[in-house]
């Protein structure tokens, strides 16, 4: 059994610890507590609390891409903070995410600022402090150190001066929080005992972690790959809340996704893709709804993914109103003769809707993101695509944002390859990379109409006729098989 089937037992008898009032005081209120949000912090404490849990404590939280683990880590600190921990390790396997995790934790004028904007506990005003190392933490104040895993893994076996070492951690206790921490488990898959001696990244967070018997493992992950014999025993007692894709979605807080199959060329397929991204913006913008939706243009390869940009780029800028009557003839699905109908219905013409195309996919409107110089000096322009003074409407890219992108106006993504690899009978890492990447396009992007409406749940499930249907659904435009 596993142990979040435990506490869930508990659960049905009222034996839950209560989640303090002071977690959900000091995070910001934009982001009020989901009821599976508030069970997994009910889950934490319940196991933190009892006197039988182990120490030092490792913990899983399985779940979903979108449904708000960064959140959780922030009340956790929280949480932690008020129990007597003051030193934090945050590490991840990339750079960007760590970019990310920063500016939600750190800037209190982003929109995704994570913390009120006093963190008072116990009548006292609480900072965060970043930190290279431990060893002269303000024991007043919430102090992070992040790294990625293989930074990490390198400064304990290559000290260097101010870095943080395994010293560090022999008589302070210590909260680890491993984001997307399947990237952990290379040698525990492989089955068998793990050297204490590896000169591995698991075995660096392993050491780190029995330096002191006070110390936490929290680690975040939607994909742990329970199908994994090994991983299953080692985790079977350490998954503390699971919520994954399935409950996500059928509690309305993610997108309804669907798959756009069709034979066009790929071009026409992106010029598809455009012209139901401006028919969602034209019906936000008819309901005095300031959201722009945004398409991801997916590649397999780099090379191809500047030579589409570049052709596409080029298309949009010659793109005609003939052109866009042609393709209202041959795209036959109805979710486009939906939006060919309400352009009608407004008197916007062929002609407008093309100026108007040209104009908003114009190459001032088109980012690429293919290497670790752009993923890295573009972090916070992709993390911020929901903003108002944020330019971009179409993003293409080969692999960078599978993980550790945030992003709730992603309504289509357009896979511009038409091969479908397959790892024999296990699913290949590429369509592994694609699921991640849908599952971040399902983030529901929040809206309402009245104050009667929930704002982050899909609220038209049962009115599929309403126009902003549309507005609450991810596209995933691909070619004619049904294995997609």
């Known amino acids: 059994m596993f142990l979040y089937e435990k506490i869930d037992a508990l659960r049905e008898y009222g034996n839950l610890a209560e989640v303090p009032e002071y977690i959900s005081k000091n995070l910001s209120q934009k982001f009020e507590l989901r009821p599976y949000q508030v069970q997994a912090f009910e889950n934490f404490i319940t196991h933190f609390e009892n006197k039988k849990s182990p120490r030092p404590l490792q913990v899983l939280f399985h779940m979903a891409t979108g449904s708000g683990k960064t959140l959780i880590m922030a009340g956790l600190i929280i949480y932690l903070y008020k129990q007597g ?14 970019d990310k995790t920063q500016e939600n934790f750190l800037n209190s004028t982003s929109p995704k600022y994570l913390f009120a904007d006093e963190i008072i506990i116990d009548g006292e005003r609480i900072k965060i402090n970043v930190v290279e190392n431990f060893q002269a933490a303000d024991e007043g104040a919430i102090n992070i150190c992040f790294d990625t895993t293989q930074g990490l893994h390198t400064k304990i076996f290559l000290p260097r001066e101010n870095a943080v070492t395994l010293d560090d951690f022999a008589d302070k206790k210590i909260v680890l929080i491993s984001d997307e921490s399947h990237h952990l488990n290379v040698e525990t898959k492989k089955g068998g005992k793990v050297d204490d001696n590896a000169f591995t990244w698991e075995q ?27 991983i299953k025993s080692a985790y079977e007692d350490k998954i503390i809340f699971d919520y994954p894709l399935q409950k996500f979605y059928n509690d ?68 005609s109103g003939e052109k866009l009557r042609e393709l209202s003839k041959i795209c036959t699905n109805e979710i486009m003769k939906c939006a060919f109908e309400y352009f009608a219905r407004k008197g916007i ?73 397959s790892g024999g009978k296990k699913i290949s890492q590429a369509t592994i990379s694609e699921a991640q990447l849908i599952g971040r396009g399902s983030r529901y992007c929040p809206f309402q109409i009245g104050d009667e409406q929930e704002k982050f749940q899909r609220k038209f499930d049962s009115d599929t006729e309403n126009e902003l249907r549309i507005c609450e659904t991810l596209l995933y435009h691909c070619q004619n098989d049904s294995r997609y």
């Open 85 to 98: 921990y003051r030193n934090f390790l945050f590490f991840v396997n990339l750079t960007n995410i760590i």
């Open 204 to 230: 660096t967070v392993k050491n780190i972690f029995a330096q002191n018997l006070e110390n936490i493992l929290l680690e975040f992950t939607a994909t742990c790959d329970l199908k994994n014999p090994a």
């Open 252 to 319: 309305r807080f993610s997108k309804d996704i669907i798959s756009l199959r069709s034979d066009l060329k790929i071009m026409d397929k992106a010029l598809q893709a455009i012209i139901l991204s401006q028919y969602r913006l034209k019906i936000f913008q008819a309901n005095r709804l300031s959201i722009k939706p945004v398409i991801l243009f997916k590649s397999a390869k780099i090379a191809d993914s500047q030579k589409f940009m570049a052709e596409f780029l080029e298309v949009v800028k010659n793109l």
């Open 349 to 421: 013409t062929f002609e407008m809707l093309a100026a108007e195309l040209r104009d908003d996919f114009s190459a001032v409107h088109c980012i690429s993101v293919n290497d670790d110089k752009d993923a890295e000096k573009n972090q916070i322009l992709l993390n911020s695509l929901e903003a108002e003074n944020n330019p971009y409407r179409a993003i293409f890219e080969v692999k960078k944002l599978d993980e550790g992108w945030d992003v709730l106006n992603l309504f289509d993504i357009v896979r511009l390859y038409e091969t479908r690899q």
